[in-house]
Protein backbone atom coordinates (compact mmCIF):
# COMPACT_ATOMS: atom_id res chain seq x y z
CA UNK A 1 0.00 0.00 0.00
CA UNK A 2 1.25 3.62 -0.87
CA UNK A 3 2.64 5.72 2.02
CA UNK A 4 0.92 8.68 0.94
CA UNK A 5 -1.98 9.44 -1.68
CA UNK A 6 -3.11 12.96 -3.88
CA UNK A 7 -6.53 13.15 -3.51
CA UNK A 8 -8.14 15.11 -6.32
CA UNK A 9 -10.78 17.42 -5.38
CA UNK A 10 -13.86 17.26 -7.77
CA UNK A 11 -16.12 19.84 -5.85
CA UNK A 12 -16.08 22.73 -8.00
CA UNK A 13 -16.51 20.72 -11.18
CA UNK A 14 -17.99 16.93 -10.75
CA UNK A 15 -19.73 18.35 -7.60
CA UNK A 16 -21.31 21.55 -8.65
CA UNK A 17 -22.27 20.94 -11.92
CA UNK A 18 -25.78 19.34 -11.82
CA UNK A 19 -26.58 21.62 -8.71
CA UNK A 20 -29.42 24.04 -9.50
CA UNK A 21 -28.30 27.06 -7.24
CA UNK A 22 -26.49 29.25 -8.96
CA UNK A 23 -22.70 29.41 -7.78
CA UNK A 24 -20.65 32.75 -8.26
CA UNK A 25 -16.94 33.06 -9.74
CA UNK A 26 -16.71 34.83 -6.66
CA UNK A 27 -18.11 32.08 -4.21
CA UNK A 28 -16.17 29.42 -6.50
CA UNK A 29 -12.98 30.75 -6.45
CA UNK A 30 -13.36 31.10 -2.30
CA UNK A 31 -13.97 27.89 -2.27
CA UNK A 32 -10.96 27.05 -4.37
CA UNK A 33 -9.01 28.99 -2.49
CA UNK A 34 -9.68 27.29 0.32
CA UNK A 35 -9.23 24.18 -0.49
CA UNK A 36 -5.65 24.85 -1.76
CA UNK A 37 -5.48 26.48 1.94
CA UNK A 38 -6.28 23.12 3.13
CA UNK A 39 -3.29 21.39 1.44
CA UNK A 40 -4.94 19.76 -1.41
CA UNK A 41 -2.78 19.81 -4.71
CA UNK A 42 -4.89 18.70 -7.41
CA UNK A 43 -8.51 20.84 -7.65
CA UNK A 44 -10.82 20.47 -10.73
CA UNK A 45 -11.84 24.00 -11.07
CA UNK A 46 -14.52 23.73 -13.94
CA UNK A 47 -15.53 22.15 -17.50
CA UNK A 48 -15.48 24.43 -20.72
CA UNK A 49 -18.62 22.55 -21.86
CA UNK A 50 -21.69 23.68 -23.46
CA UNK A 51 -23.55 26.48 -21.27
CA UNK A 52 -26.74 25.09 -22.26
CA UNK A 53 -25.92 21.95 -21.17
CA UNK A 54 -24.64 22.34 -17.68
CA UNK A 55 -24.87 26.24 -17.02
CA UNK A 56 -23.11 26.15 -13.81
CA UNK A 57 -20.11 25.69 -15.74
CA UNK A 58 -20.56 28.51 -18.25
CA UNK A 59 -18.42 30.76 -16.44
CA UNK A 60 -15.39 28.66 -16.03
CA UNK A 61 -12.98 30.94 -18.20
CA UNK A 62 -13.43 33.33 -15.39
CA UNK A 63 -12.84 31.15 -12.53
CA UNK A 64 -9.61 30.17 -14.46
CA UNK A 65 -8.68 33.84 -15.27
CA UNK A 66 -8.95 34.91 -12.01
CA UNK A 67 -6.94 31.75 -10.20
CA UNK A 68 -3.35 32.27 -9.29
CA UNK A 69 -2.38 29.40 -11.26
CA UNK A 70 1.13 28.89 -9.69
CA UNK A 71 1.95 27.35 -6.56
CA UNK A 72 2.54 24.07 -7.85
CA UNK A 73 -1.30 23.00 -7.40
CA UNK A 74 -2.92 21.78 -10.49
CA UNK A 75 -6.12 22.86 -11.53
CA UNK A 76 -7.46 20.93 -14.35
CA UNK A 77 -10.46 21.47 -15.75
CA UNK A 78 -12.73 19.47 -18.29
CA UNK A 79 -12.95 19.60 -21.95
CA UNK A 80 -15.54 17.86 -24.31
CA UNK A 81 -13.84 18.35 -27.78
CA UNK A 82 -11.76 20.99 -30.06
CA UNK A 83 -14.03 23.90 -29.58
CA UNK A 84 -13.50 23.87 -25.78
CA UNK A 85 -10.09 23.57 -26.02
CA UNK A 86 -9.53 26.68 -27.54
CA UNK A 87 -11.69 28.29 -24.90
CA UNK A 88 -9.73 26.70 -22.59
CA UNK A 89 -6.57 27.30 -23.94
CA UNK A 90 -7.77 31.41 -24.01
CA UNK A 91 -8.50 30.73 -20.41
CA UNK A 92 -4.95 30.10 -19.44
CA UNK A 93 -5.63 26.40 -18.09
CA UNK A 94 -2.77 24.22 -17.78
CA UNK A 95 -4.34 21.04 -17.06
CA UNK A 96 -7.35 19.54 -19.03
CA UNK A 97 -8.76 16.22 -18.59
CA UNK A 98 -11.01 14.28 -21.28
CA UNK A 99 -13.24 11.50 -20.78
CA UNK A 100 -14.39 8.43 -22.37
CA UNK A 101 -17.16 5.78 -21.26
CA UNK A 102 -16.06 2.13 -20.73
CA UNK A 103 -19.98 1.51 -21.87
CA UNK A 104 -20.81 1.51 -25.16
CA UNK A 105 -24.48 2.25 -24.41
CA UNK A 106 -23.70 5.01 -22.08
CA UNK A 107 -21.51 6.43 -24.45
CA UNK A 108 -24.22 7.03 -27.34
CA UNK A 109 -26.54 8.42 -24.85
CA UNK A 110 -24.18 10.33 -23.06
CA UNK A 111 -22.51 11.78 -26.03
CA UNK A 112 -24.10 10.69 -28.61
CA UNK A 113 -21.01 8.79 -30.26
CA UNK A 114 -19.29 4.93 -29.92
CA UNK A 115 -16.26 4.58 -27.58
CA UNK A 116 -14.01 4.79 -30.17
CA UNK A 117 -15.23 7.69 -32.09
CA UNK A 118 -14.91 9.46 -28.35
CA UNK A 119 -11.61 9.01 -28.07
CA UNK A 120 -11.26 9.86 -31.90
CA UNK A 121 -12.94 13.01 -31.14
CA UNK A 122 -9.93 14.09 -27.90
CA UNK A 123 -7.16 12.96 -30.91
CA UNK A 124 -6.56 16.82 -31.81
CA UNK A 125 -7.67 18.41 -28.33
CA UNK A 126 -4.91 16.36 -27.02
CA UNK A 127 -2.61 17.51 -29.58
CA UNK A 128 -3.23 21.11 -28.93
CA UNK A 129 -2.36 20.25 -25.13
CA UNK A 130 0.48 18.87 -25.83
CA UNK A 131 1.97 21.83 -28.30
CA UNK A 132 0.89 24.36 -25.48
CA UNK A 133 2.59 21.91 -22.77
CA UNK A 134 -0.63 21.66 -21.12
CA UNK A 135 -0.95 18.48 -18.91
CA UNK A 136 -4.13 16.12 -20.10
CA UNK A 137 -5.99 13.69 -17.36
CA UNK A 138 -8.21 10.88 -18.86
CA UNK A 139 -11.69 9.71 -17.21
CA UNK A 140 -13.37 6.20 -17.56
CA UNK A 141 -16.51 6.26 -16.54
CA UNK A 142 -19.24 3.16 -15.73
CA UNK A 143 -16.21 1.17 -14.84
CA UNK A 144 -17.99 -0.91 -12.25
CA UNK A 145 -21.24 -0.96 -14.48
CA UNK A 146 -23.72 1.65 -15.98
CA UNK A 147 -27.52 2.47 -16.31
CA UNK A 148 -28.14 1.03 -19.61
CA UNK A 149 -25.65 -2.30 -19.12
CA UNK A 150 -26.29 -4.72 -16.63
CA UNK A 151 -22.63 -5.63 -16.43
CA UNK A 152 -19.90 -3.43 -18.24
CA UNK A 153 -16.95 -5.81 -19.46
CA UNK A 154 -13.93 -5.44 -17.76
CA UNK A 155 -11.90 -5.83 -21.01
CA UNK A 156 -13.98 -3.10 -22.27
CA UNK A 157 -12.03 -0.82 -18.94
CA UNK A 158 -8.92 -2.21 -19.74
CA UNK A 159 -9.12 -1.41 -23.22
CA UNK A 160 -10.58 2.21 -23.06
CA UNK A 161 -8.22 2.98 -20.55
CA UNK A 162 -4.88 1.90 -22.28
CA UNK A 163 -6.45 3.98 -25.41
CA UNK A 164 -6.43 7.22 -23.10
CA UNK A 165 -3.09 6.62 -21.50
CA UNK A 166 -1.77 6.03 -25.62
CA UNK A 167 -3.59 9.52 -26.06
CA UNK A 168 -1.19 11.01 -23.99
CA UNK A 169 -3.10 10.78 -20.57
CA UNK A 170 -0.63 10.79 -17.83
CA UNK A 171 -3.39 9.25 -15.24
CA UNK A 172 -5.96 7.77 -15.94
CA UNK A 173 -9.03 7.87 -13.04
CA UNK A 174 -11.13 4.91 -13.39
CA UNK A 175 -14.92 6.27 -12.27
CA UNK A 176 -17.55 4.14 -10.77
CA UNK A 177 -20.18 6.82 -12.40
CA UNK A 178 -23.15 5.28 -10.65
CA UNK A 179 -21.83 4.06 -7.24
CA UNK A 180 -22.64 0.43 -8.15
CA UNK A 181 -19.86 -1.21 -7.19
CA UNK A 182 -18.76 -3.30 -4.36
CA UNK A 183 -14.77 -3.81 -2.95
CA UNK A 184 -13.77 -6.91 -4.87
CA UNK A 185 -15.18 -5.84 -8.11
CA UNK A 186 -13.55 -2.92 -7.27
CA UNK A 187 -9.95 -4.72 -7.27
CA UNK A 188 -10.44 -7.06 -9.42
CA UNK A 189 -10.98 -3.94 -11.69
CA UNK A 190 -7.78 -2.41 -10.82
CA UNK A 191 -5.81 -5.68 -11.18
CA UNK A 192 -7.35 -6.13 -14.77
CA UNK A 193 -5.87 -2.06 -15.47
CA UNK A 194 -2.79 -2.56 -13.51
CA UNK A 195 -2.15 -5.36 -15.47
CA UNK A 196 -1.60 -3.00 -18.58
CA UNK A 197 -0.68 0.00 -17.07
CA UNK A 198 1.92 0.82 -14.18
CA UNK A 199 -0.59 1.48 -10.88
CA UNK A 200 1.04 4.69 -10.56
CA UNK A 201 -1.05 6.32 -13.29
CA UNK A 202 -4.37 5.04 -12.06
CA UNK A 203 -6.67 6.93 -10.05
CA UNK A 204 -9.87 5.66 -8.05
CA UNK A 205 -13.17 8.05 -8.64
CA UNK A 206 -16.11 6.58 -6.29
CA UNK A 207 -19.63 7.50 -6.17
CA UNK A 208 -21.06 6.73 -3.03
CA UNK A 209 -24.96 6.44 -4.18
CA UNK A 210 -25.28 2.95 -2.38
CA UNK A 211 -22.52 3.92 0.31
CA UNK A 212 -19.61 1.95 -0.71
CA UNK A 213 -16.87 4.17 -1.79
CA UNK A 214 -14.67 4.29 1.12
CA UNK A 215 -14.94 0.28 1.23
CA UNK A 216 -14.48 0.36 -2.01
CA UNK A 217 -11.38 3.05 -2.08
CA UNK A 218 -9.93 0.65 0.60
CA UNK A 219 -10.04 -1.94 -1.52
CA UNK A 220 -8.17 -0.35 -4.10
CA UNK A 221 -5.50 0.85 -1.51
CA UNK A 222 -4.80 -2.14 -1.00
CA UNK A 223 -3.77 -3.15 -5.07
CA UNK A 224 -1.87 0.15 -4.65
CA UNK A 225 -3.93 3.07 -5.90
CA UNK A 226 -2.37 5.98 -4.73
CA UNK A 227 -4.28 9.19 -5.78
CA UNK A 228 -7.96 9.24 -5.07
CA UNK A 229 -11.13 11.38 -6.37
CA UNK A 230 -13.17 13.01 -3.70
CA UNK A 231 -15.52 16.00 -3.10
CA UNK A 232 -15.77 17.84 -0.15
CA UNK A 233 -19.42 17.88 1.68
CA UNK A 234 -20.05 14.64 -0.84
CA UNK A 235 -21.15 17.63 -3.38
CA UNK A 236 -22.22 15.80 -7.07
CA UNK A 237 -24.83 13.60 -7.63
CA UNK A 238 -25.83 10.67 -10.43
CA UNK A 239 -28.80 12.18 -12.81
CA UNK A 240 -29.78 8.33 -12.99
CA UNK A 241 -30.75 8.53 -9.14
CA UNK A 242 -31.85 11.76 -8.26
CA UNK A 243 -31.55 12.00 -4.87
CA UNK A 244 -28.60 9.91 -4.35
CA UNK A 245 -25.63 10.60 -2.92
CA UNK A 246 -22.51 12.03 -4.80
CA UNK A 247 -19.05 12.05 -4.69
CA UNK A 248 -16.93 10.28 -1.51
CA UNK A 249 -16.39 13.03 0.54
CA UNK A 250 -13.37 14.18 0.85
CA UNK A 251 -13.48 14.97 4.39
CA UNK A 252 -14.32 11.52 5.21
CA UNK A 253 -11.83 9.99 2.95
CA UNK A 254 -9.21 12.34 4.72
CA UNK A 255 -10.00 11.05 7.98
CA UNK A 256 -9.98 7.36 6.71
CA UNK A 257 -6.33 8.12 5.00
CA UNK A 258 -5.17 9.63 8.03
CA UNK A 259 -5.69 6.89 10.25
CA UNK A 260 -4.67 4.20 7.86
CA UNK A 261 -1.11 6.03 8.65
CA UNK A 262 -1.65 7.15 4.41
CA UNK A 263 0.09 10.98 4.15
CA UNK A 264 -1.90 13.06 2.18
CA UNK A 265 -1.00 16.46 3.31
CA UNK A 266 -4.58 17.66 4.13
CA UNK A 267 -5.56 19.32 6.93
CA UNK A 268 -9.00 18.00 8.33
CA UNK A 269 -10.25 21.05 9.89
CA UNK A 270 -9.78 22.89 6.85
CA UNK A 271 -11.30 20.60 3.97
CA UNK A 272 -14.93 20.60 6.24
CA UNK A 273 -14.40 24.26 6.45
CA UNK A 274 -14.57 24.24 3.18
CA UNK A 275 -16.93 21.61 2.68
CA UNK A 276 -19.03 23.79 4.88
CA UNK A 277 -18.69 26.87 3.10
CA UNK A 278 -19.85 25.16 -0.10
CA UNK A 279 -22.66 23.32 1.48
CA UNK A 280 -23.96 26.29 3.11
CA UNK A 281 -23.97 28.40 -0.46
CA UNK A 282 -25.65 25.86 -1.38
CA UNK A 283 -28.53 25.75 0.95
CA UNK A 284 -27.69 22.43 2.17
CA UNK A 285 -26.88 20.09 4.43
CA UNK A 286 -23.34 18.50 3.93
CA UNK A 287 -22.98 14.99 2.89
CA UNK A 288 -19.78 14.45 4.89
CA UNK A 289 -20.08 12.28 8.34
CA UNK A 290 -17.32 13.42 9.13
CA UNK A 291 -18.46 16.72 8.80
CA UNK A 292 -21.93 16.27 10.56
CA UNK A 293 -20.15 14.96 13.98
CA UNK A 294 -17.73 17.85 13.84
CA UNK A 295 -20.16 20.77 13.46
CA UNK A 296 -23.76 19.01 14.72
CA UNK B 1 -12.79 -14.88 4.52
CA UNK B 2 -16.23 -16.24 5.89
CA UNK B 3 -18.41 -18.00 2.82
CA UNK B 4 -21.89 -16.60 5.00
CA UNK B 5 -22.53 -13.61 7.16
CA UNK B 6 -24.68 -13.67 10.03
CA UNK B 7 -26.41 -9.96 10.70
CA UNK B 8 -27.60 -9.37 13.34
CA UNK B 9 -30.14 -6.06 13.50
CA UNK B 10 -30.60 -3.75 16.23
CA UNK B 11 -32.94 -1.20 15.08
CA UNK B 12 -35.49 -2.04 17.15
CA UNK B 13 -33.07 -1.65 20.19
CA UNK B 14 -29.89 0.17 19.75
CA UNK B 15 -31.87 2.17 16.35
CA UNK B 16 -34.30 3.38 18.43
CA UNK B 17 -33.66 3.62 21.94
CA UNK B 18 -32.40 7.77 21.66
CA UNK B 19 -35.23 8.50 19.30
CA UNK B 20 -37.61 10.86 20.99
CA UNK B 21 -40.25 10.16 18.60
CA UNK B 22 -42.11 7.55 20.76
CA UNK B 23 -42.83 4.56 18.66
CA UNK B 24 -45.81 1.91 19.52
CA UNK B 25 -45.68 -1.72 20.53
CA UNK B 26 -47.62 -2.57 17.28
CA UNK B 27 -45.24 0.26 15.46
CA UNK B 28 -42.32 -1.72 16.70
CA UNK B 29 -44.14 -5.62 16.37
CA UNK B 30 -44.59 -4.46 12.62
CA UNK B 31 -40.73 -3.75 12.04
CA UNK B 32 -39.91 -6.61 13.95
CA UNK B 33 -41.82 -8.76 11.47
CA UNK B 34 -40.76 -7.08 8.77
CA UNK B 35 -37.38 -7.56 9.60
CA UNK B 36 -37.72 -11.70 9.74
CA UNK B 37 -39.49 -11.59 6.56
CA UNK B 38 -36.32 -10.24 5.30
CA UNK B 39 -34.10 -13.22 6.31
CA UNK B 40 -32.56 -11.43 9.37
CA UNK B 41 -32.18 -14.35 11.69
CA UNK B 42 -31.32 -12.64 14.69
CA UNK B 43 -33.35 -9.20 15.08
CA UNK B 44 -32.32 -7.10 19.04
CA UNK B 45 -35.80 -6.02 20.10
CA UNK B 46 -35.55 -4.32 23.25
CA UNK B 47 -34.37 -3.80 26.25
CA UNK B 48 -35.01 -4.26 30.33
CA UNK B 49 -33.72 -0.96 31.40
CA UNK B 50 -35.09 1.70 33.99
CA UNK B 51 -37.95 2.96 32.05
CA UNK B 52 -36.86 6.78 33.43
CA UNK B 53 -33.61 6.61 31.60
CA UNK B 54 -34.55 5.04 28.14
CA UNK B 55 -38.80 5.52 27.86
CA UNK B 56 -38.91 4.56 24.67
CA UNK B 57 -38.00 0.74 25.66
CA UNK B 58 -40.23 0.76 28.42
CA UNK B 59 -42.82 -1.61 26.57
CA UNK B 60 -39.81 -4.09 25.66
CA UNK B 61 -42.03 -7.07 27.93
CA UNK B 62 -45.30 -6.14 25.64
CA UNK B 63 -43.22 -6.49 22.66
CA UNK B 64 -41.49 -9.80 23.71
CA UNK B 65 -44.97 -10.67 24.68
CA UNK B 66 -46.72 -10.47 21.55
CA UNK B 67 -43.50 -11.90 19.52
CA UNK B 68 -43.62 -15.42 18.20
CA UNK B 69 -40.40 -16.60 19.66
CA UNK B 70 -40.44 -19.85 17.75
CA UNK B 71 -39.31 -20.11 13.69
CA UNK B 72 -35.45 -20.45 14.32
CA UNK B 73 -34.89 -16.11 14.78
CA UNK B 74 -33.01 -14.85 18.04
CA UNK B 75 -34.79 -12.11 19.44
CA UNK B 76 -31.95 -11.02 22.06
CA UNK B 77 -32.91 -8.32 24.31
CA UNK B 78 -30.35 -6.15 26.42
CA UNK B 79 -30.39 -6.76 30.41
CA UNK B 80 -28.79 -4.11 32.78
CA UNK B 81 -28.73 -6.33 36.01
CA UNK B 82 -31.10 -8.65 38.13
CA UNK B 83 -33.94 -6.78 38.26
CA UNK B 84 -34.19 -6.39 34.27
CA UNK B 85 -33.44 -10.14 34.54
CA UNK B 86 -36.53 -10.89 36.07
CA UNK B 87 -38.45 -9.32 34.57
CA UNK B 88 -36.90 -10.44 30.80
CA UNK B 89 -37.61 -13.81 31.98
CA UNK B 90 -41.30 -13.09 33.19
CA UNK B 91 -42.09 -11.96 29.55
CA UNK B 92 -40.53 -15.26 28.51
CA UNK B 93 -37.13 -14.07 26.39
CA UNK B 94 -35.01 -16.89 25.39
CA UNK B 95 -31.77 -14.70 24.63
CA UNK B 96 -30.33 -11.50 26.37
CA UNK B 97 -27.25 -9.41 26.07
CA UNK B 98 -25.09 -8.02 28.90
CA UNK B 99 -22.73 -5.17 28.26
CA UNK B 100 -19.39 -3.81 29.78
CA UNK B 101 -16.90 -1.11 28.27
CA UNK B 102 -13.17 -1.53 27.39
CA UNK B 103 -12.99 2.20 28.45
CA UNK B 104 -12.39 2.88 32.18
CA UNK B 105 -13.98 6.33 32.33
CA UNK B 106 -16.67 5.58 29.94
CA UNK B 107 -17.68 2.65 32.30
CA UNK B 108 -17.55 4.62 35.00
CA UNK B 109 -20.03 7.95 33.60
CA UNK B 110 -22.58 5.75 31.25
CA UNK B 111 -23.08 2.84 34.34
CA UNK B 112 -21.39 4.38 37.30
CA UNK B 113 -18.75 1.67 37.79
CA UNK B 114 -15.86 -0.18 37.30
CA UNK B 115 -15.09 -2.47 34.14
CA UNK B 116 -14.55 -4.76 36.66
CA UNK B 117 -17.74 -4.01 39.06
CA UNK B 118 -19.82 -4.58 36.01
CA UNK B 119 -18.69 -7.58 34.93
CA UNK B 120 -19.48 -8.68 38.70
CA UNK B 121 -23.15 -7.67 38.31
CA UNK B 122 -23.69 -10.23 35.56
CA UNK B 123 -22.50 -12.70 37.17
CA UNK B 124 -25.67 -13.29 38.92
CA UNK B 125 -27.68 -12.37 35.71
CA UNK B 126 -26.14 -15.12 33.50
CA UNK B 127 -26.34 -17.48 36.25
CA UNK B 128 -30.16 -17.18 36.29
CA UNK B 129 -29.89 -17.37 32.34
CA UNK B 130 -28.16 -20.42 32.21
CA UNK B 131 -30.71 -21.66 34.69
CA UNK B 132 -33.42 -21.00 32.17
CA UNK B 133 -31.72 -21.86 29.53
CA UNK B 134 -31.43 -18.28 28.10
CA UNK B 135 -28.80 -17.65 25.58
CA UNK B 136 -26.26 -14.69 26.63
CA UNK B 137 -24.88 -12.43 23.72
CA UNK B 138 -22.05 -10.32 25.23
CA UNK B 139 -20.91 -6.23 23.80
CA UNK B 140 -17.55 -4.64 24.60
CA UNK B 141 -17.55 -0.55 24.23
CA UNK B 142 -15.51 1.74 22.81
CA UNK B 143 -13.07 -0.51 21.14
CA UNK B 144 -12.01 1.97 19.26
CA UNK B 145 -12.12 4.95 21.58
CA UNK B 146 -14.23 6.75 23.53
CA UNK B 147 -15.59 10.36 24.36
CA UNK B 148 -13.16 10.74 27.39
CA UNK B 149 -10.29 8.90 26.89
CA UNK B 150 -8.27 9.55 23.87
CA UNK B 151 -6.88 6.25 23.12
CA UNK B 152 -8.14 2.95 24.55
CA UNK B 153 -5.78 0.55 25.18
CA UNK B 154 -5.96 -2.74 23.25
CA UNK B 155 -5.18 -5.28 26.11
CA UNK B 156 -8.24 -3.61 27.80
CA UNK B 157 -10.67 -4.70 25.22
CA UNK B 158 -8.57 -8.42 24.72
CA UNK B 159 -9.48 -8.72 28.68
CA UNK B 160 -13.33 -7.11 28.49
CA UNK B 161 -14.08 -9.50 26.01
CA UNK B 162 -11.93 -12.71 27.41
CA UNK B 163 -14.05 -11.64 30.84
CA UNK B 164 -17.56 -11.95 28.96
CA UNK B 165 -16.78 -14.93 27.28
CA UNK B 166 -15.57 -16.49 30.34
CA UNK B 167 -18.84 -15.30 32.19
CA UNK B 168 -21.21 -17.38 29.67
CA UNK B 169 -21.32 -15.24 26.56
CA UNK B 170 -21.33 -17.40 23.06
CA UNK B 171 -20.57 -14.40 20.99
CA UNK B 172 -18.66 -11.03 21.38
CA UNK B 173 -19.93 -7.82 19.85
CA UNK B 174 -16.84 -5.27 19.30
CA UNK B 175 -18.31 -2.22 19.31
CA UNK B 176 -16.80 1.41 17.82
CA UNK B 177 -19.21 2.73 19.75
CA UNK B 178 -18.50 6.52 18.94
CA UNK B 179 -16.95 5.72 15.06
CA UNK B 180 -14.04 7.13 16.00
CA UNK B 181 -11.78 4.03 14.03
CA UNK B 182 -10.57 3.37 10.64
CA UNK B 183 -9.94 0.10 9.04
CA UNK B 184 -6.22 -0.68 10.28
CA UNK B 185 -7.49 0.34 13.80
CA UNK B 186 -10.26 -2.49 13.10
CA UNK B 187 -8.62 -5.08 12.06
CA UNK B 188 -5.28 -5.16 14.37
CA UNK B 189 -8.07 -4.87 17.46
CA UNK B 190 -9.94 -7.96 15.83
CA UNK B 191 -6.71 -9.83 15.53
CA UNK B 192 -5.73 -9.26 19.48
CA UNK B 193 -9.13 -10.18 20.30
CA UNK B 194 -8.77 -13.38 18.03
CA UNK B 195 -5.63 -14.37 19.88
CA UNK B 196 -7.38 -15.38 22.34
CA UNK B 197 -10.59 -16.20 21.85
CA UNK B 198 -12.19 -18.21 18.92
CA UNK B 199 -13.07 -15.49 15.80
CA UNK B 200 -16.29 -17.72 15.07
CA UNK B 201 -17.53 -16.14 18.17
CA UNK B 202 -16.81 -12.56 17.57
CA UNK B 203 -19.43 -10.18 16.06
CA UNK B 204 -18.26 -6.56 14.28
CA UNK B 205 -20.68 -3.52 15.55
CA UNK B 206 -19.84 -0.15 13.86
CA UNK B 207 -21.07 2.93 14.50
CA UNK B 208 -20.87 4.91 11.02
CA UNK B 209 -20.08 8.61 12.71
CA UNK B 210 -17.71 9.82 10.53
CA UNK B 211 -18.60 7.01 7.59
CA UNK B 212 -16.07 4.54 8.29
CA UNK B 213 -17.83 2.02 8.94
CA UNK B 214 -18.65 -0.15 5.90
CA UNK B 215 -14.60 0.07 5.21
CA UNK B 216 -13.52 -0.77 9.16
CA UNK B 217 -16.07 -3.88 8.28
CA UNK B 218 -14.16 -5.13 5.14
CA UNK B 219 -11.15 -4.98 7.34
CA UNK B 220 -12.88 -7.18 10.05
CA UNK B 221 -14.40 -9.67 7.28
CA UNK B 222 -10.82 -10.01 5.85
CA UNK B 223 -10.02 -11.11 9.51
CA UNK B 224 -12.79 -14.20 9.32
CA UNK B 225 -15.23 -12.42 11.44
CA UNK B 226 -18.65 -13.56 10.24
CA UNK B 227 -21.42 -11.78 12.34
CA UNK B 228 -21.99 -8.05 12.20
CA UNK B 229 -24.20 -5.82 13.43
CA UNK B 230 -26.52 -3.28 12.09
CA UNK B 231 -29.80 -1.25 12.06
CA UNK B 232 -31.76 -0.79 8.90
CA UNK B 233 -31.87 2.74 8.04
CA UNK B 234 -29.17 3.61 9.85
CA UNK B 235 -30.92 4.31 12.93
CA UNK B 236 -29.68 4.96 16.42
CA UNK B 237 -27.32 7.99 17.13
CA UNK B 238 -24.66 9.28 19.60
CA UNK B 239 -25.57 10.94 22.50
CA UNK B 240 -22.00 12.29 22.62
CA UNK B 241 -21.95 13.22 19.05
CA UNK B 242 -25.84 15.37 18.46
CA UNK B 243 -26.87 14.72 14.85
CA UNK B 244 -23.82 12.41 13.77
CA UNK B 245 -24.87 9.06 11.85
CA UNK B 246 -26.40 6.09 13.70
CA UNK B 247 -25.06 2.64 12.98
CA UNK B 248 -23.86 1.21 9.71
CA UNK B 249 -27.51 0.44 7.88
CA UNK B 250 -28.03 -3.03 6.82
CA UNK B 251 -29.51 -1.79 3.71
CA UNK B 252 -25.54 -1.04 2.81
CA UNK B 253 -23.97 -3.56 4.58
CA UNK B 254 -26.64 -6.17 2.81
CA UNK B 255 -25.47 -4.72 -0.38
CA UNK B 256 -21.69 -4.76 -0.30
CA UNK B 257 -21.96 -8.76 1.30
CA UNK B 258 -23.78 -9.58 -1.31
CA UNK B 259 -21.16 -7.83 -3.54
CA UNK B 260 -18.55 -9.85 -2.36
CA UNK B 261 -20.64 -12.94 -2.96
CA UNK B 262 -20.91 -13.43 0.82
CA UNK B 263 -24.36 -15.43 1.62
CA UNK B 264 -26.39 -13.54 3.95
CA UNK B 265 -30.27 -15.24 3.15
CA UNK B 266 -31.26 -11.26 3.42
CA UNK B 267 -33.72 -10.06 0.83
CA UNK B 268 -32.66 -6.53 -0.07
CA UNK B 269 -35.45 -5.01 -1.11
CA UNK B 270 -37.53 -6.05 1.73
CA UNK B 271 -34.60 -5.00 3.86
CA UNK B 272 -35.47 -1.40 2.11
CA UNK B 273 -38.77 -1.53 2.82
CA UNK B 274 -38.39 -2.20 6.53
CA UNK B 275 -36.31 0.92 6.64
CA UNK B 276 -38.36 3.05 4.83
CA UNK B 277 -41.21 2.02 7.26
CA UNK B 278 -39.39 2.66 10.29
CA UNK B 279 -37.72 6.20 8.72
CA UNK B 280 -41.58 6.63 8.04
CA UNK B 281 -43.02 6.15 11.77
CA UNK B 282 -40.27 8.56 13.01
CA UNK B 283 -41.05 11.07 10.53
CA UNK B 284 -37.03 11.32 9.14
CA UNK B 285 -35.24 10.61 5.65
CA UNK B 286 -33.26 6.72 5.81
CA UNK B 287 -29.50 7.25 6.11
CA UNK B 288 -29.20 4.12 3.98
CA UNK B 289 -27.94 5.06 0.38
CA UNK B 290 -29.21 2.07 -1.09
CA UNK B 291 -32.67 3.05 -0.07
CA UNK B 292 -31.96 6.89 -0.95
CA UNK B 293 -31.01 5.15 -3.97
CA UNK B 294 -33.87 3.06 -4.86
CA UNK B 295 -36.22 5.36 -2.86
CA UNK B 296 -36.04 9.05 -4.30
Do not use: P, Q, W
Given at each position: MADSVRIVEVAPRDGLQNEAVAVSVATKLDLIRQLRDA????????SFVSPKRVPQMADTDEVVRQL????GVRYPVLVPNEQGMVAALAAGVREIAVFASASETFSQKNINCSIEQSIDRFRPVVEMAKANHVAVRGYVS????CPYEVKVAMNAVVSVSRKLAELGCYEISLGDTIGIGTPWQARDMVRAVAGELDIATLAAHFHDTRGQALANILACLEEGVSVVDSAVGGLGGCPYAPGAAGNVSTEDLAFMLDGLG?????DLSRVVAAGQFISAALGKTSRSKVAQSMCA
Open positions: GLAAIEVGNLDGCVLGIHTGV
